[in-house]
Antibody, heavy 124, light 106 residues
Framework: QLQLQESGPGLVKPSETLSLTCTVSGGSISRSNYYWGWIRQPPGKGLEWIGS???????YYNPSLKSRVTISVDTSKNQFSLKLKSVTTADTTVYYC????????????????WGQGILVTVSS | SYELTQPPSVSVSPGQTASISCSGD??????ACWYQQKPGQSPVLVIY???KRPSGIPERFSGSNSGNTATLTISGTQAMDEADYYC?????????FGGGTKLTVL
C-alpha cells in the first residue's frame, strides 16, 4: 500500500522560507505516468494546488504561486520537497503531498494517494 | 484563468439522492474527478475520468460530465457520506479545484 508522509517545521517566521519533504513508501517515486504534487488547504477553506513534479524533475506550478515555489525530487531517497519563499500569515495552512496520475494522452490528471497533511503556521 | 464553480452547500435526507454540480467553461471537454473530505481527514478520490470509481468506493457514488457541468451523484445517501466534496480538472497545465460543497445529511 502506497503511503506518503509530510515532514518539516510546523512554525515558520514571516519572510522566511517554508520547507517541507514528502517521503513515499510502498512504491517507487520513479514510476511512469505519475507526478507528485503539493496541495494546501487553509483551515476551514478549500483546496489549492501548489505544484507537481515528475521523477525526471519536470514541474508544473500554480501560476499564482510560481514566483515563490520550488519543488524538487530525490529519487534515491524516494522523496520530493517543497520550498515556498517569502511566506506571510496567508501561507498558514495544512500542506498535503499526493500522488498524481498524469496521462497526457488521455487528459487524465487526478490525485489518488494523499498524505495525512501537516499544519504549518507562519508567525513571528 | 480557468475556474470551477460548486454550490457551497447541499442538503439531502438519508436514503435520498444527492447531486453536487461543478461548472466550468466547456468542462465536458475535459476529465473531471471528485474528492470527498471528512473533518480532520485528507481528501479521498471518489470519482475519476468523469464516471469511474476507484477500488473501494461504494457503487452509490457516480459521476457524469457534459457541456459545462460535471455532476457527482450519491444514491441512497448515508449519514457517513456527510462531508465536503471537491471537483477537480486539468486546464492549461494546471490543476484546478472547485471551491468545495458541504454535503449535509439530515
Amino acid at each position: 500500500q502506497l503511503q506518503l508522509q509530510e515532514s518539516g517545521p510546523g512554525l515558520v517566521k514571516p519572510s522566511e522560507t517554508l520547507s517541507l519533504t514528502c517521503t513515499v513508501s510502498g512504491g517507487s517515486i520513479s514510476r511512469s505516468n505519475y507526478y507528485w504534487g503539493w496541495i494546501r488547504q487553509p483551515p476551514g477553506k478549500g483546496l489549492e494546488w501548489i505544484g507537481s513534479i515528475y521523477y525526471s524533475g519536470a514541474t508544473y506550478y500554480n501560476p499564482s504561486l510560481k514566483s515563490r515555489v520550488t519543488i524538487s525530487v530525490d529519487t534515491s531517497k524516494n522523496q520530493f520537497s517543497l520550498k515556498l519563499k517569502s511566506v506571510t500569515t496567508a501561507d498558514t495552512t495544512v500542506y498535503y503531498c499526493a500522488r498524481q496520475l498524469a496521462a497526457a494522452g488521455t487528459g487524465t490528471y487526478y490525485f489518488d494517494y494523499w498524505g495525512q497533511g501537516i499544519l504549518v503556521t507562519v508567525s513571528s | 484563468s480557468y475556474e470551477l464553480t460548486q454550490p457551497p452547500s447541499v442538503s439531502v435526507s438519508p436514503g435520498q439522492t444527492a447531486s453536487i454540480s461543478c461548472s466550468g467553461d466547456k468542462l465536458g471537454d475535459k476529465y473531471a474527478c471528485w474528492y470527498q473530505q471528512k473533518p480532520g481527514q485528507s481528501p479521498v478520490l471518489v470519482i475519476y475520468q468523469d464516471t469511474k470509481r476507484p477500488s473501494g468506493i461504494p457503487e452509490r457514488f457516480s459521476g457524469s460530465n457534459s457541456g459545462n457541468t460535471a455532476t457527482l451523484t450519491i444514491s441512497g445517501t448515508q449519514a457517513m457520506d456527510e462531508a465536503d466534496y471537491y471537483c477537480q480538472a486539468w486546464d492549461n497545465s494546471a490543476v484546478i479545484f472547485g471551491g468545495g460543497t458541504k454535503l449535509t445529511v439530515l
